[in-house]
């Protein structure tokens, strides 16, 4: 047994595996190593003024019109899900990239790529909730593309989508735009989309099914713009959750950032599925939410302004813009204690115990 | 949310630290020995309740952790055959091995996939009739059980391609180990609650006697924790040494019996290499004779792996309660959950990992 005592002062660890000559799945998370692939291989090969600012649109100026462009993938499993599809999620995450920068989506672009053996009835299926979406959206579907790829080469189906709006003179909405004293508003309660994909996915039952809250958010933007309260953000937290949102508001704008963890709504099945699952609903995605940072002034009169859309019946203060410890997002707990609210690295993984 | 709000409750945990600084008069040095206990204190910032005497250290209940490098080294081996599925939990692909890790064999063309159960990986063996199904189970008495189940389903129904690479760990032989140890600080241990639920508190009344030290069973909410606290606190400064059980609601003295002897059934007590501490005697579970067709390292003939850790990091220390994670140079400099020097950063439930993502503000001022 002293053997063992003294080989534990001799214990040490295997050098990192910092580097990797690989796509990893987390590439994907829209975590830290997302920022990495963007930061080493994207942002240098296509630098430019509009992209840098790494917003979810790029806002261009056009014969003195402002124009709204955005570009997005999807390849959600299964293809189908409770509250929406690939098609429906395609027409809201394009609508929601648009409205994030204070434009009035118009046009859209769909590209489909589908895998050999796919059943018509399931395209058929999404086709229709794409159009149904869309019209919902008041956003015409102007152009598109189809491709077929052999069987094994994509996931029954992928969707690419393009959107134009059109954004008023003036409005600049950015991440960096964040100030001290600026208050974080939540349009409502988070993780929705994630669990309720999760759940299909792997197969678990839960007493009440969770969900997507996959929505177009672009009216909810426009009741908000119509109060003409200051806002300096907007961001619909969706891939890496509202962490990874704030974080990067955080880090855009070297703000820091303080949440009040009781103020974050949660539904009670979406609680109890990330207690069971061992996941934090900080990091889970949303398909239906934005995020506001807006002047502190304006923070109560824009609340109520959710509040009235049926999109931000749950909206929240949830948070205050700070000027200390750039970058950090520290979150006050139900306990009354602190704690970091991180970026994570790549995927969330399930607990093991 | 019944049965999670109240033992977060903000008022109850406030009324508890009260008790814990009425109570204290002298420094003392506690251990929990769970990941899940050390996630806990570190995500609700326990530490900003205690009084300065009472000192929290991390022990070694991280299964990710402590699975030695040279199992992971092997599933990756493993994985690499193009007739092997290989399956575990999450948090275990992103373990770095000697030179690599499952996702980045992933990544390189093996079969890696991720279930939640270990019985979701009997179901692919099963509509995987050409494959073969590695299953890497891990885990302290916990997650043993389930994993025996597997093993014994597998052999019941006769399925010949499914095998189990495992590195299971028992608690009991580790905190045995730490007290022995000439430079032991720690002076009163929380038991890991979820265990204790399988194999029931009575295994630790030998410790208790044995080293003259208080235990008590700990649940994993914040307001079992500073209960348990609480309850170590009370004992040392009446001078007693007594095993309590603050997770009631859960634990008994005897446990489940039917999974102790679904182990018992499957499973030997062998000696087992923990990750960061070595070879402790009786401290593991092997595949018993009886289930050797479903043994991965009989079955795939595995050379034993020699593995060579270069001097960086200190988790031994920091599993042995001897040094915080904030003691070390590297952490959140050159070692961070991106890039872990050691297992302790990488899993979330690894003390290193905790301190990292919930405690930075506060110790990195």
Redesign the interface.
Known sequence: MSDQVAALAGFSCPVPLGSTERVLLGHGSGGKLSADLLQKFFLPAFDNPILSLLDDQAILTVNGSRLAFTTDSFVVKPLVFAGGDIGSLAVHGTVNDLAMGGATPLFLSAAFILEEGLPLETLRHVVDSFRKAASAARVHVVTGDTKVVEKGCCDGMFINTSGIGIVENGLKLSADQARPGDRVLLSGSIAEHGIAILAQREGLAFESPVQSDSAALHTLVAAMLETGAEIRCLRDPTRGGLSSTLNEIAARSRVGMTLEERAIPIREEVRGACEMLGLDPLYVANEGKLVAIVAANAAERLLQAMRRHPLGQNAQIIGTVLAEDPGLVVMSTTLGTTRIVDMLAGDQLPRIC | ?KY?DEY?D?RI??GLAAEIRQLVTRPCVLMEICG?QTHTI?????D??LPKEVELVHGPGC??CVTP?ETIDKAIELAACPDVTLVS??????V??????L??A???GSDVR?V?SPLEALKIARSNPNRKIVFLA???E??APANAMTVWQAHREGLTNFFMLASHVLVPPAIR?LL???DNRVQGFIAPG?VCTVMGCQQYEELVSEFHVPIVVGGFE?VDLLEAILMLVRQLEQGQARLENQYVRSVTRLGNVPAQEMLEKVFEIADQKW???????FSGLRLRGEFAAHDAEKIFGMAEIH?E?????I???VL?GLKKPTDCPAFAA??????????PMV???GACAAY???????VLV
């Open positions: 949310m999670i977060r903000e945990a406030h899940g570190m995500r609700y910032g326990l900003e309740f299964p990710v490098l939990y999450g948090d275990m692909l992103r770095p091995g000697s030179s690599s890790d996702f980045r992933k990544a390189n991720v939640y891990i885990g302290f916990t997650t180990l022995r140890s000439p979820h914040p990750r960061g501490i070595g070879t402790i005697p593995t850790e270069p001097a960086e990091c988790s031994a220390q042995k050159r070692c961070t959950p991106e890039n872990p020097l050691g297992a899993s979330a439930e990292y993502r919930y405690r930075r503000h506060k």
